[in-house]
């Protein structure tokens, strides 16, 4: 009679022959305005690119103000009987606890700004001058809407326009993850428009995720990288305003893409580009964006309150020197930096 410690062996033997090793899959394909590149591993093929579609096409239909029917573009069109899905109740009550730990550097609701600067899907204003601002400030601020226990939405003026550009994307990416998992696959990396979010490790290399942050003086055709970051169950995005800013053809002015909800003012901080790991992508995505908009300081002080939340950030000192700042939390996921900035 066999012993049961040979049994055992007898089993593991079996078992390693017969099973193979996770395979890695690559997924491409368009999104959100931009494209995505997932890679992930897994003991069986599976088909997930439909059910990937079918996650951007439902996050679409609620956020996106480039399609007439979603029901944020409803919403901005005065329609107050539209009742929100999970999906825009969960950014909104993202963007107003942001909103709030921010002291309103972060506001979606800055989307008549947006589309006036012409950085929306609207006109630019031929010209905007302190009385054109006022007028457009009376509808901006997250307190003056409100999400009623309906899942209707309420404002205190028609016009009042969201635009949760700045973390709709970051929550796409998070739900495609969700569904990852429930699929179960537990090892991947999802990168849509240079926002990141991984899983696992890259089996492949035994290792974690390895990720890069793109330098703010990299060539559009040949991108460079000023860091590499390991990537461990995160999510990673980052703004700047080195590539997107507009020049008025008439005027000349430069207006840049990050908007001061507290003044109106499309210009820069001494921030030029903010990259941040946070537990979520959607979140990753927001505090960026508040980061770029509150300059270095105010970044800092909101970055001691925020024990899961990490950043990258670049800025010009009082000189006019670029200079980095990296914070505690981001500091133990830089692998390798290619400059000698960091503050």
């Known amino acids: 009679m066999r012993s049961l410690g040979s049994i055992f062996i007898l089993i593991l033997i079996v078992w390693s022959c017969t099973s193979e090793a996770p395979q890695k899959t690559i997924l491409q394909g368009e999104a959100f305005g931009t494209t995505y590149t997932i890679q992930y591993f897994s003991q069986e093929p599976s088909e997930l690119k ?9 996050i679409n239909q609620s956020l996106s103000t480039y399609l007439p029917s979603s029901d944020i573009s409803k919403i901005n069109a005065g329609d107050s009987t539209v009742q929100t899905d999970l999906a825009f109740q969960e950014v909104y009550t993202l963007s107003e606890s942001i909103y709030q730990q921010s002291n309103g550097y972060f506001d979606p609701t800055i989307g008549v700004l947006r589309n006036a600067y012409g950085f929306g899907n609207e006109r630019p204003l ?3 001058d302190s ?13 003056k809407v409100q999400l009623r226990s309906n899942g209707t939405i309420s404002k205190e003026h028609p016009a009042i326009y969201f635009d949760f550009n700045a973390v709709a994307k970051g929550y796409g990416i998070d739900r495609i993850g969700a569904y990852l998992s429930e699929q179960n696959i537990q090892h991947y990396l999802i ?46 995005a980052s703004s700047g305003n080195y590539r997107k800013f ?43 964006t508040a980061f770029m908009a509150m300059g270095l300081e105010r970044s800092k002080e909101m ?14 000192d009082a000189n006019g020197n670029s200079q980095i700042f990296v914070s505690e939390v ?8 290619f400059s000698s900035d960091r503050k």
């Open 50 to 58: 439909s059910g990937i579609d079918s996650v951007i096409q439902a």
């Open 126 to 128: 031929q010209q905007i």
């Open 131 to 143: 009385t054109v601002l006022d007028s457009l400030m009376n509808y901006v601020g997250f307190s």
């Open 191 to 236: 990168e849509l428009g240079g926002e990141l979010l991984a899983s696992g490790t890259n089996i492949e290399k035994q290792q974690a995720w390895i990720v890069g942050i793109e330098a703010v003086d990299s060539d559009l055709d040949a991108r460079s990288y000023a860091a590499t970051v390991q990537l461990k169950g995160k999510g990673m």
């Open 246 to 288: 507009r020049l008025d053809s008439l005027t000349g002015k430069k207006y840049v893409h990050t908007i001061n909800p507290l003044t109106g003012a499309a210009e820069q901080s001494d921030v030029t580009s903010a990259t941040v790991i946070a537990n979520t992508c959607a979140e990753a995505d927001a505090y960026a």
């Open 303 to 316: 970055l001691r309150k925020l024990p899961s939340v990490g950043a990258y950030l670049t800025y010009v």
């Open 330 to 337: 981001f500091r133990p996921e830089l692998l390798e930096e």
